[in-house]
């Protein structure tokens, strides 16, 4: 698998794109007021949330009902806990969270939050709740932090930023944080991007996260330091959070690692214990750790925080 990881991860970048199309559209969708496919039940109610408890009972999904990506899969993550999808590109890791976000139905099976199913709770109640690291708009960064919160006031859209640790770099910019970004906007720096979202993540302050490395195409040592802002942003906080991930290093102190492969779970447990089965994990950590030079300098800065 990690022999064929250049084309793999090239067609991963086209799913990226994709994806974060998706998200865009749907954000555009919901602003126009167009309807989606996805949909209210009649009797939706809104979710309650009592803590962020994610299910996955017996989920099967494919994009297209003859090629399936999930082929049952089950897992309950306990509320206010870490948990990784792991697996080969491909293999349906944002497709799980994308589930979760109710972009798509499961063909069989059934998700719960915090025992409601997310098929009749409002679509708008789930979403509320589910911080996502989404890319920027075309428009001001002033207006990509305060996506969704309208009412926020300058201060604490400053306060996020700052905590995201962007503040500073957006005060170095002539228009500050009426710079424009986006296509049609400034080009900053991918690290900037997502410390821009983790911003906006931040002044929503969702009880459930989502953080999906597929997104970033960032240099280790800017993925590092956003990490480290991820881990200090959710540390105490009591949100449940799920990371989809490539670098295993960045999801090793997570409660949970779901390792993911040709539709089902193939292994499930803590880094600690993972590693010392002979599996796909093991591989994987393994393969990660010859592959990259600079791995044994950041694992010990690692396992230091
Ligand atoms: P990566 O590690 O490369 O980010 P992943 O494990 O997150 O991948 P997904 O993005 O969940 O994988 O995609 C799983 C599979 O579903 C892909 O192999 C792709 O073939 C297919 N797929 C993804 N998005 C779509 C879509 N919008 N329409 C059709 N097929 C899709």
Not at 52 to 59: A, P, T
Not at 75 to 89: L, M, W
Not at 186 to 210: C, H, N, W, Y
């Amino acid at each position: 698998v990690f022999q064929l990881s250049f084309p793999l991860n090239f067609l991963g970048s086209v799913y990226r794109e994709l994806r974060q199309s998706l998200i865009d559209m749907e954000v555009m969708f919901n602003l126009q007021g167009v309807e989606v496919s996805i949909k209210d039940s009649p009797n939706a109610k809104p979710l309650i949330l009592k803590g962020g408890e994610i299910k996955f009972e017996d989920v099967v999904f494919g994009y297209h009902p003859d090629r399936p990506i999930l082929n049952g899969i089950s897992f309950t993550i306990p509320r206010g806990k870490k948990v990784a999808i792991v697996g080969p590109s491909g293999c349906g890791k944002s497709t799980i969270l994308r589930l979760l976000f109710r972009f798509y139905d499961p063909q069989n099976g059934n998700i719960y939050i915090d025992g409601q199913n997310i098929k009749d709770v409002k679509l708008e109640s789930l979403r509320a709740n589910i911080g996502v690291d989404t890319s920027l708009f075309n428009n001001t960064i002033y207006h990509n932090i305060a996506y969704g919160q309208m009412t926020a006031d300058r201060e604490k859209v400053e306060s996020a930023a700052k905590r995201a640790r962007i503040h500073d770099v957006i005060m170095s910019l002539p228009k500050k944080y009426e710079t424009r970004v986006g296509e049609r906007g400034l080009m900053i720096s991918g690290g900037e991007k997502q410390r821009v979202a983790l911003a906006r993540t931040i002044l929503k302050d969702p009880p459930i996260i989502f953080f999906d490395e597929a997104t970033s195409a960032l240099d280790t040592h800017t993925e590092q330091s956003l990490l480290s802002n991820i881990r200090s942003f959710l540390q105490g906080s009591n949100k449940t959070s799920m990371f989809v991930a490539h670098r295993l290093r960045s999801i090793a102190d997570a409660d949970v690692i779901i390792v993911l492969r040709d539709g089902v779970i193939i292994e499930q447990g803590t880094h600690d214990i993972l590693v010392q089965y002979d599996g796909i994990y093991r591989d994987m950590w393994f393969t990660q750790e010859m592959a990259d030079p600079a791995f044994d300098e950041e694992e010990e800065e690692f396992s230091r925080k």
